[in-house]
């Protein structure tokens, strides 16, 4: 079990937690802490623990009706040099981003969605 206190974790619904272990753990970054596939799985980047949660899990039982397909929220993971992990991830084949560059004062960000489609968001600090 992780300490609550070293950890902050978000569940995401995923259609199939052992693919969605290789997505994160390939091109993320990110490092297997406990599976019990095809129900859920745990990864973790830094203070980050992310919950996979398959269609047998109990965290994918029924929500309020609004709440049934993945929303706007998003994971945010920081990166040294946008451009080259955008290159790297279009080098694995992954063709999921779900919006072109944008550039801000804080920075610069692109999404990319997971194959259930919950979005990620790169961000490079200006």
Do not use: C, K, W
């Not at 990864?43 to 009706?65: C, K, M, Q, Y």
Request: glycine share 8%; no cysteine.
């Amino acid at each position: 079990m992780t300490a609550p206190d070293r950890y902050a974790s978000v569940r995401y619904l995923v259609d199939d937690v052992q693919t969605a272990i290789g997505f994160y753990t390939t091109h993320l970054g990110f490092t297997l802490i406990s599976s019990a596939a095809p129900a859920f799985a745990d990864v973790v980047r830094g203070p980050l623990r992310l919950l996979l949660s398959g269609p047998a899990s109990s965290g994918a039982r029924a929500t309020p009706a609004d709440a049934t397909v993945a929303g706007r929220n998003r994971i945010h993971l920081v990166v040294d040099d946008l451009d080259a992990e955008i290159a790297r991830l279009r080098a694995a084949s992954l063709s999921s981003f779900r919006s072109d560059m944008v550039s801000g004062p804080g920075g610069r960000q692109i999404l990319l969605a997971d194959p259930a489609g919950n979005l990620i968001e790169l961000f490079q600090p200006a």
